[in-house]
C-alpha cells in the first residue's frame, strides 16, 4: 500500500517568507508525487507533479518540491509567500498498481499573515 | 487545460431519498474517473474507481449498493446517493483521467457537489 504523510496540520508565515509544506511518503512500488491546493470554494488544482524525472519539481505560482528518496520525502517550498497562497493543500502519491488511483495526505492548512 | 464540471454544486434532499451527481469532462474523453468524498476540515477519500463501460471499483468500506456509480460514456460519470441519510452529508468531488496510460497523466477535478441531508 502507499500512503503520505503530511507532517504540519497548520502552517503560519508571514507574506515574503518561505514557505515549507512536510509531506513524507510510503510506498513499495516507484511512486508518483504530486501537490494539489485547494482554496475555498473552489476545486482541486494541480501544483506540481514528479513521475520519475527530474528530482526537483517546478510547479505553477512559484512553487517547488524536491523528490528525495533516501528520505522518502517531497517537501513543498516557495521562496516569498503571497497572501494569495493561503489555502489547503495535499499531497498526493499514486502508483500505477493502484491503477493510479491517487492517496491524499490530510492536508496542511497555510495561512499567510501581512 | 481539461476541464470536469459537476452538477449540481449543491443539493439539499430528505433522509430517505435519492440524489443523483453528475461528473462531465468537457473538452476531452475519460475512460476513468474517480469519485471522492470530502469531509469538513479532513482530506478526500476515494470512495470508487469508474470505468466507462464497465462496473465501477469500489474501496473498501463503500458500500455500492449505496452509492451507485454508472460510466455510460466517455465524457458523463454519475453517482447516486440512495436512501440518503443526514450522515451522508459531505462533499463529493469527481475527477478524470485522460485515457493515455502512465502515471504522467494527472487527474482533473471537478469543483465538488456540496450534499446535504435533512
Known amino acids: 500500500a502507499q500512503s503520505v504523510t503530511q507532517l504540519d496540520s497548520h502552517v503560519s508565515v508571514s507574506e515574503g517568507t518561505p514557505v515549507l509544506l512536510r509531506c513524507n511518503y510510503s510506498?513499495?512500488?516507484?511512486?508518483?508525487l504530486f501537490w494539489y491546493v485547494q482554496h475555498p470554494n473552489k476545486g482541486l488544482q494541480l501544483l506540481l507533479k514528479y513521475t520519475s524525472a527530474a528530482t526537483l519539481v517546478k510547479g505553477i505560482n512559484g512553487f517547488e518540491a524536491e523528490f528525495k528518496k533516501s528520505e522518502t520525502s517531497f517537501h513543498l517550498t516557495k521562496p516569498s509567500a503571497h497572501m494569495s497562497d493561503a489555502a489547503e493543500y495535499f499531497c498526493?502519491?499514486?502508483?500505477?498498481?493502484?491503477?493510479?488511483?491517487?492517496?491524499f495526505g490530510k492536508g496542511t492548512s497555510l495561512l499567510v499573515t501581512p | 487545460g481539461a476541464v470536469v464540471s459537476q452538477h449540481p454544486s449543491r443539493v439539499i434532499c430528505k433522509s430517505g431519498t435519492s440524489v443523483k451527481i453528475e461528473c462531465r469532462s468537457l473538452d476531452f474523453q475519460a475512460t476513468t474517473m474517480f469519485w471522492y468524498r470530502q469531509f469538513p476540515k479532513q482530506s478526500l477519500m476515494l470512495m470508487a474507481t469508474?470505468?466507462?463501460?464497465?462496473?465501477?471499483?469500489?474501496e473498501q468500506g463503500v458500500e455500492k449498493d449505496k452509492f451507485l456509480i454508472n460510466h455510460a460514456s466517455l465524457t458523463l460519470s454519475t453517482l447516486t446517493v440512495t436512501s440518503a441519510h443526514p450522515e451522508d452529508s459531505s462533499f463529493y468531488i469527481c475527477?478524470?483521467?485522460?485515457?493515455?496510460?502512465?502515471?504522467?497523466?494527472?487527474?482533473?477535478f471537478g469543483p465538488g457537489t456540496r450534499l446535504t441531508v435533512t
Open positions: 498526493v502519491v499514486s502508483v500505477r498498481i493502484s491503477g493510479y488511483a491517487l492517496n
Open positions: 510506498s513499495s512500488y516507484s511512486p508518483s
Open positions: 469508474s470505468n466507462e463501460g464497465s462496473k465501477a471499483t469500489y
Open positions: 475527477s478524470a483521467r485522460l485515457p493515455t496510460q502512465g502515471a504522467d497523466n494527472e487527474q482533473y
